[in-house]
């Protein structure tokens, strides 16, 4: 638009977007404002918009994602959760737990230990998605009931992956956050759904995606209405195995260059073995990462998935130590327990 | 079983194992019943299945996907489609068409002149799983529409991807065979749907996915009871960009060593481009696929998707000679399309 | 050059080329003269050149290979091995033989069994490349005496690998095609040897070298004066340790639009196991390969190495049959043993 | 040897391993002398050893690479620089300088910038390995001389790469640490000689090369008698090429699981983006390396070769600042360049 483009003629180019099937994306930006056109084949109809008032010219889009990118939004995403908890901000947010619910006296157990180690979000698996249709596949719905439990006890956020359209109403509803996990970061029907469940998502790289496809897939649920997107390097598919998967950590530069979302690191999937996971925990924090997710089992050796990648509660403890260590170097603040209301 | 328990006993075991939790599978080999505990935790105890009448041992399972397993089922599985159509029985099945529909023009045009050419099943995309939420969908539900029509015309069967659980109701009325595609082979609630459809399911192999990933992918179909499932290389997640995936055609072998489903291969996904896409084609059943799946579009450089990689009609009745000559030469039948009645 | 420039010109510029410090190539291309500059920094003096007499103009240079790429040479290069055995003319050429000379008995004893069956190369490895110092390093200088006996016994022309410079001199002198592995693809000393030693090199692609590279390689032998290069791909690293390695038979079609060097495929080190060996032996000649390399040993579960992917010799003689009939079937001939004077 | 075996007996052990074509090895641990049998096929005559006076058993080996193994070596490996600098000792040591030397005004400006910034080795390429043959290739020996001459100005120690073994020799005497690059780690010949030259080596990882491969390769620097061999992660070939590489950090802890071997990080190949060299260094001295080689150049954007990853003394000196404290937070001292002598 013109800088001296008036309000009327702005809701006009937005009304104008969207009655061509289009859909409209206002940003402001050095005083001036722009308005994308995303989607629709009219957006190649450079004439029809320049002859609307206050439009001064089309220009071509320079990013294939332009919700995520830092192109249009030079400053940092912040994702607030309740009780004061911000992801992006500079400070570092640890999220610990299981792999999968079992029993009650596992998850509470587990989230004392997590959190007077210093965690703030508790994760817990309650679907699970098996690469076997004969493993061990979550708890269900129940689980949903004992993270509001934690919730209440400990006063720690809590975070679950959803597998599917119809269980993303369900978990979103009972936690703080909804994980999309690394098989679904190409499942579009559930993307374009947790763009409409008002509730922050982490989304995790799927095992072979690209940055730039992890960034397409947030920019499905930005685009169907949820800012509120927290990015997850959970390592690669790679040909070394020795470990799990590769721990990409450069993706955590590489999305920090080009997207103004938060991203975080799970180094217990990204290397698939406990003795790995405090090295790499410091590592992603140096690397830049807002946060952690860490599988924390009170007796990894008896879990019931993933129980060789899990720490114990003094191993936990022990790697919080060192990466505040890291994080306080580098001048970022770790994020208490005591920030967070018990109760809240 | 013992060789000699009785019809009862056999009965016997398979209701107590239902009972329990698991899933009881029932196969025969060489003259004696065996009767598989799937899933569950009472597969463990040993004392209490080795007490049923007629029971002689309890071993456990050698492969992680027994209903995929060729162990299991030596023998071929031959997917029948109507008209008289077998995937899997030695004989090369060809599948072509274009990426997306575009319109019926586009659609009948395909249609006919890959008919001509000799294949036996139309594929279009009526929804398509694109990276980018701006890029062109699919047009949806009308396009179900058209593949009816090109089968009343042609006689061609029909395949078309369903993306989610609620779509998947909709394509498996429409269409002879329900694709699930590279991005959602480890969906596991797709997977499980697709398992209660009574339709045969294309299951292509995702970006990553080792062989064994996708026999379990296959497995989750298979145990949820549709025995039709076909599966499909269509390249997997390289290094070297000069194809746009890497077409894993030992993939082929593996399978066929490892289980009893047909595999057929996609050689245009499987490069990207469609001067590669012949020789693959050829390579693909010289090492043993039952069939193929080629994009063909009237007109490549104007397709809305994926146009690099299609080949137009002539270049593809090319292609048909020369797989022909290969499968021929090594002692194996092309389906042709006048086995398949018009109208059927 | 223009097109009516005088030979003294192009001598004059030719000459020019060579006082800069630079490599001039020559090719003559629809009636005219093209004059390569290649390496030095002389090549960006446009105006220096432009000055000589008989010169049209100076273009930059559009693919990084120029020796190898088609660009500059449309017709195949035919590599001519003595005895009249040409690679690369459209014929099948088969190199068969054990990973590692072991001794007498089994050099002779697998050369006229791969004879019989119609290969025309023995390949058996005097010096081998071992992921471990401990592993048998190959009988060395003494298997040299061995190829010589098997040519002179069968007729067969030899290959074997030299792995290192000073090597290379003595198996240049004992074979009629020298190797170059694949560990050794970048070991750029070795290459610009290899270009000076008179006698054709099949150079194998790296375990994770894109293609270009492995022209780029070849530029490194051809440069210093070889122009008898012959390309193998024998996989390449991947994730599914289903396979030793990856077999990427798509580098076939894609070097044979990018360059005129023949290319071989061996599926033996491409699939390490040897039950999917006939396989990808009859899809790389599906594929367009100008040969095959396939590892034959007459006891195979007792070789000293890579027993796992070697054939035993009946099953190499049914592979030969297929592989026949698929390189028939494509209207390719198969250079057969009798070609090939005995004592030649 | 039992515990009661008298050095006589250890003696004879030993000369009979070398009489028999093997390699010994000798070990002390928890009070007791192993002796290893290398290579060779006497190993497998058990009663032969345990006939000889003083052997308690023979046991077969249980790492592939004996001498790299921690299981045989528990104390970490430090190796000792002239002029008191030590690698693998728990410091943290910095090599850096320009890909490639160009100039003497380059050369010298770089080492004292970074000497001024902290680091202790001056890193600088005088004959390079390029992918193309065209690619400029080093300006040869006389960056020797260069060399030698930073080495008297600064008293930083020096490290260059030798391409083959005709070039080891001349390196080996004119540098303080042999660098054998990522496209030779498995360059036999070359690991052979270089673990005869009496001089330090630094490995770096081959682009598609396991751990364990890495760690075989230094088993044959270790094995032909050359004990200081430190490693380098330098990134892996991937699947997205928003890096160079993939720089594979979780290399780090599982060699310094396996190895007693010190393992450095080169985030400046491992990224190929100078933007993105800060963080993954942090990443690498947070996830355990002894240390760092970065790129440094007086002007990037002008540099002979790789520029794009290069840093300019600015941003190499914040770099410096940053991984020093997050050394410093884990308790490690960064051995600054005036523990370097001038001149040593």
Known sequence: MRRDARPAEVDQVIAAIEASGARPARLAREGRILIGILGGEAAAETARWEALPGVEALLPLTTPFPLASREWQPQPTVVRLPGGLDIGDGGLIVMAGPCAIEDEAQVLATAHAVRAAGATVFRAGVWKPRTSPYAF????EPGLALLARVRAETGLRVITEALDVEGLARVAEAVDIVQIGSRSMQN???LRAAGRIGRPVLLKRGASATVTELLLSAEYILAAGNPDVILCERGIRGFDHSTRNTLDLSAIPVVKHLSHL??????????GHRHLVPAMARAAVAAGADGLMVEVHPDPDRALSDGEQSLDPAAFATLMREVKAVATALGRPVIAPDRVAVGA
Chains 1, 2, 3, 4 share one sequence.
Do not use: K, M, N
């Open 137 to 140: 596949q979550g708890v269900g």
């Open 262 to 271: 938060p991203i975080i690191a799970d180094p217990s999937h990204g290397t």
């Open 188 to 190: 579009y029907a559930l």
